[in-house]
């Protein structure tokens, strides 16, 4: 569900809340992009690998991805994730996964 994103008037930063209540049918897929972006969790518990490194996040933690750093490799601990994707929007990069963070 988009929060902040071009319909808003925001032209540099996307923001969106991704629910997913079966984590064990939610697949991911590595990916890079310029973007910078950040994961807040609010609900749910897991484990972000990235950069060389993992990351396990639950409720209050963010979890930051460096520009061009490929990222989604994704083990979740919990049954069900909610939370919020921040991320800026950057020329040439393709649409954000909920398409809403520009003007098409």
Partial sequence: MPLLGAAQGARRLHVHLTEIPDTSRHGHYSH?????????????????????????????DLVFFPSRVPHAEVRYLTPGMRYLV???????DPPCC???DRNL
């Fill in 98 to 100: 909920c398409g809403a």
């Fill in 32 to 60: 890079a992009h310029e973007a910078e972006e950040a994961v807040y969790v609010l609900e749910g518990k897991a484990a972000y690998t990235f950069g060389g490194r993992t990351v396990e996040a639950g409720p209050g």
């Fill in 86 to 92: 921040i991320r800026s929007v950057e020329a040439g």
